[in-house]
């Protein structure tokens, strides 16, 4: 078993800046893959931001810019530092990660989310 705690959520005005958090503890031979996703009210989960265990990275177009994601693989932990927030950032984001065991099968995890609130 693998547990994700997050921090890092918070209230802010638009324009402004917050940094999320995400550590990985438990069962990890290899974090192949870490992630940000994303649920606005009324909407689908989606992703934000994913980065690879070699450092590759992706985000969605609407964050491309202002966003950066970055790991740390000696501490098991995702950044998201996101830049000029808008509005439409509002929502609860959630951490993910895909591991590999120590008896090598692989496994997605997921946080309990952090709220992420961005004031007009």
């Known amino acids: 078993q693998v547990q994700l705690v997050e921090s890092g959520g918070g209230l802010v005005q638009a324009g402004g800046s917050l940094r999320l958090s995400c550590t990985a503890s438990?069962?990890?031979?290899?974090?192949?893959?870490m992630g940000w996703y994303r649920q606005g009210p009324g909407k689908q989960r989606e992703l934000v931001a994913r980065?690879?265990?070699?450092?590759?990275?992706n985000y969605a177009d609407s964050v491309k810019g202002r966003f950066t994601i970055s790991r740390d693989n000696t501490k098991n932990t995702v950044y998201l530092e996101m830049n000029s927030l808008k509005p439409e950032d509002t929502g609860v984001h959630y951490c993910?990660?895909?591991?590999?065991?120590?008896?090598?099968?692989?496994?997605?995890?997921w946080g309990q989310g952090t709220q992420v609130t961005v004031s007009s």
């Open positions: 438990g069962n990890i031979l290899i974090i192949n893959a």
């Open positions: 993910d990660a895909v591991v590999t065991s120590r008896s090598g099968y692989i496994y997605d995890y």
């Open positions: 980065i690879t265990s070699d450092g590759s990275t």
